[in-house]
């Protein structure tokens, strides 16, 4: 486990996260969209409004996508009986800013401007050449109990690729 206190500046960060993901909630019952490029269409530029790198705008987008689909799943099984989603927990989800340099973890706070977490040796063997992809205020780079990470914990692997039986062109391999 990472013990880590965070600094006014990444509290700050963590905060603005948790609101682009709640603004893109309230547009996505207002709007109704049905998938995330039409949820990302109708909120992405509102998101111009934090000062965050564009980065998070889109994780902040998917993730509200992902929380508005589980709460219409909801409201088809309870008969419109569902609360209204928002989320509460401070956390912090990225695809591409994150990375671990050596022993420190870069996260991108600004356009060219980072912070720098020191990583314990525990946490650097459990990501064990892994990107993460996940940070939250309260357990910071845990992974499950299991043998593998979390679907969303991790960056994903480059894709193998492969000879299709001598003709020279290369295929990606199959997504698992």
């Known amino acids: 486990m ?32 049905t998938s995330m490029k039409s949820l990302s ?25 992902g929380i508005l689909r589980n709460y219409r799943k909801e409201l088809k099984k309870r008969n419109r009986s569902a609360t209204v989603p928002y989320v509460t927990r401070l956390s912090l989800t990225d695809c591409y800013g994150f990375r671990v340099i050596h022993r420190l973890l870069r996260l991108p706070i600004r356009k ?8 314990n040796d525990h ?4 990501i064990g050449g892994h990107t ?25 692997p480059q894709r193998r690729q492969r000879h299709d039986r001598g003709l020279g062109r290369r295929y990606p391999a199959p997504r698992p």
């Open 123 to 126: 946490t650097l063997r459990s």
């Open 41 to 65: 269409m109708k909120a992405y530029h509102q998101l111009s409004a934090y000062d965050v790198p564009t980065c998070y705008r889109l994780t902040a987008v998917s993730r509200a996508a």
């Open 2 to 33: 990472q013990n880590y206190r965070p600094t006014e500046e990444i509290l700050s960060l963590l905060e603005d996260f948790r609101c682009m993901v709640n603004d893109c909630v309230r547009i996505g019952l207002k709007e109704n969209p």
């Open 132 to 156: 993460p992809r996940e940070w939250s205020e309260h357990q910071p780079l845990e992974r499950n109990r299991g043998n593998r990470p979390r679907r969303g914990d991790w960056s994903r």
């Open 112 to 119: 060219g401007e980072y912070v720098f977490i020191v990583l």
